[in-house]
């Protein structure tokens, strides 16, 4: 009985302690998952507009990173390194509102990238014409980036890498880095996407041919059309007289330079000339009205004297006729 007994009180602590550990694990389980980010596509947002920030978080992520623990691990200062990617993410996490960012492509490139920094270094150095570490600290980030997208993410077209790239850099950027950065890139990209970049010259190729046999075969048409109207030209010309009308007068384009136009100049002799024919006209004007003025002065003077001459004759036969009366009275 007492061996039995021993048994049962040891199988009894056994299994306390197994309860025990089962709670503390189950305690830890639970807080180890309330402090884990749920990084499905539902806990984000995943749009264009999203993944842009994103970018843009991760370049200044990026350059933080080069000029602190980056630029310490390669000048052999160990003991500062105190700046890792991981730090920085959460770090720029709390410092900002990322509700509109895509968060797990922002994670994505701050954890890939500087654990691929050797070979995406590698395949920037062959399209640079300068040493990798001459580049500016923003450059040599969007070129991680742009070759990090170009070699991974082959689901995001080549031609969107570049635009992308030269967006991060007119937002960041020098003046004029875009020119290295799009070369760069582009020639990158006929190396890691051959067979996209190919189909899309292909692609390119056949709209122009198409387009030039469309404007080949509009060719003939236009001739016609053009033939057409030089005849019906020449059968208005012949039939008005060769006498341009405003149907058929060419048109002047105010544009066209052969045009001359009237100087300053010409245009006051002009005004001159006009102002000149208008005190003409008030001249002769004038003078018209003086000489009938005159014309009438004169018939009036001479309605006068015959006027006189009259009254003159009738007081002459007046007297006559008393004359011959006095006469008359004397015989």
Known sequence: MTDQLKRAISAAKTAQANDKQAEATRVASSSADEQTFDMSESSYKTSHTAIRKARRFAMQGLYEWLVTDRRFDKDGKLGWKNNAPHDIAARTRATNAMHTV????????????????????????????????????????????????????????YKVVLDEAMKLNNHFGATDAHKLINAVLDKMAVELRTVEVEADHKANLRTSQKAATQAYAKQPEAKATTNTEKTAETATESETGDKPTAANKPRISANNASVKRNSASKALANISEFKASKKEAAAKNSDKADSVVSEKASNDVSEKASNENNDAADVGLHDSNLVNSDENSKD
Request: aromatic share 6%; no cysteine; hydrophobic share 35%.
């Open 102 to 157: 895509h968060i797990g492509y922002y994670h994505e490139m701050m954890r890939d990238i500087p654990e691929q920094i050797e070979s995406l270094d590698t395949l920037i150095s062959q399209h640079l014409d300068r040493d990798i570490d001459k580049l500016d600290t923003v450059e040599h980030a969007i070129l991680l980036i742009g070759t990090y997208e170009l070699q991974n993410r082959l689901e995001i077209p």
